[in-house]
């Protein structure tokens, strides 16, 4: 009976060994065939997405959305640019932690790693569901899944594990599951998620999970552009981490989203509150560089100069040394003392030229030439520079803005000389003979040098070998200023230097003087409007009021009683009344009132008076009531998954109001909803293009829409040139087509006897070819059968002047048409 106990005993010991045995080598084979590779390619792949996520607090990954589908535009979500930067910062495109909008950052090879890791984490979930490392697969899977934007699949896989109780995994599972919530605009949901995982992680004493749920939140929030609950978050956070890196790091971030409400003092307390931390060295950087800012905004303007001198000289910091000096010149600018801030500018203009900062400092230059000095020719230079610039967008196109704007004044001012000059050639002929024949003796000159560079360029040709090059007057016109140019910069930099006459017509300045049939009278109407739209140019757009007051004077001594005399008179007083000169400007406003009763500024001078009333004041308030209302009710709606209502309430709200505080976030909300919500990219795209105009480019929601508009348009641009290119292919093969067909009708055995000769031709330059009659003639071969050649006469027809031969005739005739006096040159560029 022992026995028979002591048998069974090894039996049931055999037994229970033999199933241990068997989980742990099913784990054992499950680790090494499968687990362990799944798990060390995914660590690879997420730690290289860390790497490049710049901005932790950054709610849309750079790298989402780049799964399978993502070379099609139309499933192309567009990416959030949302940077934190002070409008007022030139060079505000090199911070640290500004997200990208690149789509595809993750690139197609993590693409297909996390295929891979999803590929065989696949097989654990299949065929190893006792496994130990199931819960690992899964929760690697939905991540893997997260990371390439596929969050439906995702959110599967979290609620998936969550269902099988609790693991190793709750926690951290939670928290991924709430931001896949988040991006799917459950938000309702995802935020409850992320408030039960603090909860929970700091009962467990979690403080990693605990930071990236706070992390989490706030990016969310700055998202949302509900920046106050965002500080309310990071203020939380802070009061129980201990991680002093990563409180220095929410203290920055807390410190940018200060500037985009503007609290600039307690920005500049968040800024120095990160440098009490342990920070990282670009976190070091970039809040001392911002509290240096922040003080010159505050009027602290020595206090930040000072810690700009100190940043400038610590060797640590030199690889930022281009954007400690603009804002360093930036200040000696503030303090008055332009000299100073030039010779920086130009430093840096020197020594970064191809940085973003040496075009930001050709901004910066030519803004000194512009309002300091005057001095418009230097100021054009510079702005034309930063327009070719590597420099931000909105950087550029004020550059642009600017260049056209002295543009128009340089046409301004030579119209204005050419009226002149009519006059002087009205009341004295003799001038206008004798400038013509000044004229002729320079341009037969410049005719001959010309002449003598085509025959030098011809012999230089010669001598390499034949050349069928071929030179036209213009070509070698270009060449030849070119050539002046370079000795032009070889000369004595100190020395003035003049253009010769010979030059100035190269250029097209000096022009043959002509003779206008125009009335005295009419002459002097042109002159007076001419000088009011410098005076108002000055006034409005180059801010010289008191350039524009000489000009408007000018008018009323000299040209009184022209049309443009009540505008001038009332440009005046609204002159007088920047001044606080009340006396004048009613003056100037009753005047005007009085006397030019068909005149619409009549209107514009009674509001002045106060004698045609104003709508009341006190509505705008209202609206803004009534506005915040509506906003608050479609934002509800979008909750509601009422997408469309919503749209339209948000529509009603910035056509209705488009200047309230709340139209430029009416407009973003419905490119949120037609892109993530609807996905109607293009309708995205449109409200975010509204958001890029001049009453909305500087609002916060403009700034975050623009690098998704953007990139939508330059895809688009792509698209269309490749639609374009396909559709003229289309249209020549149609047209190829048609004519073979009308050929076979009218002749088949004419177009067999084409196709023969053609074939037996080879590559000759010329081949035997059949007309509609049956008759041989001479044509040259079509390699490309699909090549017609009307098509190509008919684009020839069409072609820029540039691609044809040049009318030598007709040159010189369009020269000989030119006139210009040689006189009114001189005063102008004096």
């Known amino acids: ?109 993590q693409l297909s790693d996390l295929n891979k890791v999803i590929e065989k984490c696949s097989k654990i979930l299949q065929y190893e569901k006792n496994s130990s490392y199931f819960d690992d697969a899964l929760f690697m899977t939905g991540k893997a899944l997260f990371y390439q934007g596929e969050y439906p699949k995702a959110q599967r896989k979290f609620t998936e594990l969550a269902g099988l109780g609790e693991t190793k995994y709750s926690l951290e599972n939670k928290l991924w599951l709430a931001k896949t919530y988040l991006q799917l605009r459950n938000f309702d949901e995802g935020l409850k ?6 909860t929970d992680a700091i009962k467990a004493k979690n403080d990693k999970i605990y930071m990236d749920a706070s992390i989490a939140k706030i990016g969310f929030m700055i998202y949302r552009l509900d920046y106050q609950k965002a500080i309310d978050e990071c203020n939380d ?223 230089i040709d010669t001598r390499k070998g034949p050349s069928s090059q071929s030179y036209s007057f213009d070509q070698v016109n270009k ?97 007088y009344e920047t001044r606080n000169d009340s006396v004048k400007a009613d003056s100037m406003f009753k005047y005007v009132y009085n006397n030019f009763e068909k005149d619409p500024v009549r209107i514009a001078a009674g509001h002045k008076l106060g004698i045609i009333k104003k709508d009341d004041e006190n509505l705008s308030l209202k609206k803004n009531d009534i506005d915040e209302k509506a906003y608050i009710d479609a934002e509800q709606l979008a909750f509601d998954k009422k997408y469309l209502e919503s749209i339209d309430s948000f529509h009603k709200i910035y056509k209705n109001s488009p200047k309230s505080k709340y139209a430029a976030k009416s407009i973003y909300y419905c490119g949120l909803i037609y892109e993530e919500n609807l996905k109607m990219y293009d309708s995205a795209a449109v409200e975010y293009g509204l958001l890029q ?31 374009d290119k396909k559709n003229k292919e289309s249209v020549q093969k149609d047209s190829v087509n048609q004519q073979k067909d009308k050929l076979n009708k009218e002749n088949p055995e004419a177009l067999k006897s084409v196709q023969s000769v053609n074939q037996k031709a080879g590559t000759n330059n010329n081949t035997e070819s059949i007309d509609s009659k049956g008759k041989e003639i001479k044509q040259p071969i079509v390699k490309d059968s699909r090549v017609n050649i009307d098509s190509l006469k008919i684009l020839n027809e069409k072609s820029p002047p540039s691609l044809k031969k040049p009318n030598l005739n007709k040159l010189k005739i369009e020269k000989d048409s030119t006139k210009k006096n040689i006189d009114s040159l001189q005063i102008l560029r004096n």
């Open 237 to 459: 956070y802070l009061k129980v981490s201990k991680d002093d890196e990563i409180n220095a790091l929410v203290n920055y971030e807390l410190g940018k989203i200060y500037i985009l409400i503007d609290d600039s003092k307690n920005a500049l307390d968040s800024f120095n509150a990160a440098l009490n931390f342990s920070p990282t060295f670009d976190i070091e950087f970039e809040s001392r560089f911002e509290s240096a800012r922040l003080m010159k905004k505050l009027g602290k303007i020595d206090e930040s100069a000072k810690i700009f001198e100190t940043m400038r000289y610590q060797g640590k910091f030199k690889d930022k040394l281009d954007r400690i000096l603009i804002e360093l010149g930036q200040n000696y600018y503030e303090k008055k003392q332009p000299e100073k801030a030039l010779v920086i500018f130009k430093d840096v203009d020197t020594t970064y030229r191809l940085n973003q900062s040496g075009g930001i400092a050709c901004m910066k230059i030519a803004d000194i030439y512009e309002k300091v000095y005057h001095d418009y020719d230097s100021s054009f230079k510079y702005y034309n520079k930063a327009t070719l610039a590597n420099i931000p967008k909105d950087i550029k196109l004020d550059a642009e803005r600017n260049s056209k704007i002295i543009t128009n004044y340089f046409n301004l001012k030579i119209q204005q000389n050419e009226y002149s000059m009519q006059i002087i050639y009205r009341d004295k002929p003799q001038y206008f003979y004798q400038d013509s024949v000044d004229y002729l003796l320079v341009y037969r000159q410049y005719e001959d040098k010309i002449n003598k560079l085509i025959d030098s360029l011809k012999n």
């Open 693 to 723: 105009n001049k009453e909305y480019v500087d609002s916060a929601p403009a700034k975050a829409a623009s690098g998704k508009y953007l990139f939508y348009k330059t895809e688009k641009d792509k698209l269309k040139a490749e639609a």
């Open 1 to 109: 009976m022992k026995i028979q106990k002591a048998f069974y005993a090894v039996i049931l010991l055999f037994l229970s060994l033999l199933i241990t045995s068997c989980g742990l080598w099913r784990d054992f084979t499950v680790y090494f065939n499968t687990y362990y590779n799944a798990k060390t390619l995914f660590d690879q792949v997420e730690e290289d997405i860390l790497k490049k996520k710049k901005d932790i607090f950054a709610f849309k990954d750079e790298q989402q959305k780049f799964g399978a589908n993502s070379n099609s535009p139309n499933s192309q979500t567009f990416q959030n640019s949302q940077t934190f930067q002070n409008s007022q910062n030139f060079q505000n495109s090199t911070q640290i932690q500004t997200q990208t909008n690149n789509s595809s950052q993750t690139g197609t090879a």
């Open 193 to 198: 998620l992320i408030d039960e995982v603090k």
């Open 479 to 575: 060449i030849y200023i070119q050539q002046q140019d370079d000795l032009k910069s070889r000369r004595n930099r100190s020395q003035k230097y003049v253009e010769p006459q010979i030059l100035l017509i190269a250029r097209g300045i000096y022009k043959k003087p002509k003779k206008l049939s125009s009335s005295s009278d009419s002459l002097h109407i042109m002159i007076s409007q001419n000088l009011y739209d410098i005076g108002s140019l000055f006034y409005s757009e180059l801010d010289a009021p008191d350039s524009a007051f000489i000009y408007f004077k000018k008018i009323l001594k000299e040209y009184p009683n022209k049309p443009v005399t009540p505008q001038t008179m009332f440009a005046l007083g609204t002159y």
